[in-house]
């Protein structure tokens, strides 16, 4: 699956992301460190992939649904 960040930019994220980011969808924004061991890396990537959009706290990392993007079934 693809998502659209902006126009002219798409990334290709996984079911298993995809996944993710449904289950923690009513829980935003999180912090990083709240989630448990096994999802931390996943958040990380998608972070990385500005599907996330991070805050920097005084000790931890918050994040937030990209407001821009959209997913493209292909």
């Known amino acids: 699956m693809k998502c659209q960040i902006a126009r002219g930019v798409r990334v290709h994220i996984t079911k ?3 996944d993710f980011i449904l289950s923690i969808k009513d829980k935003m924004p999180f912090i990083i460190s709240n ?3 096994e999802q931390q890396p996943t958040a990380q990537r998608l972070a990385d992939k500005s599907v996330f ?3 920097k706290l005084a000790t931890t990392t918050q994040c937030n649904l990209n407001k821009n993007i959209r997913f493209l079934y292909e």
């Open 16 to 18: 298993q992301e995809y």
């Open 53 to 55: 959009v991070r805050k």
């Open 35 to 37: 989630l448990p061991i």
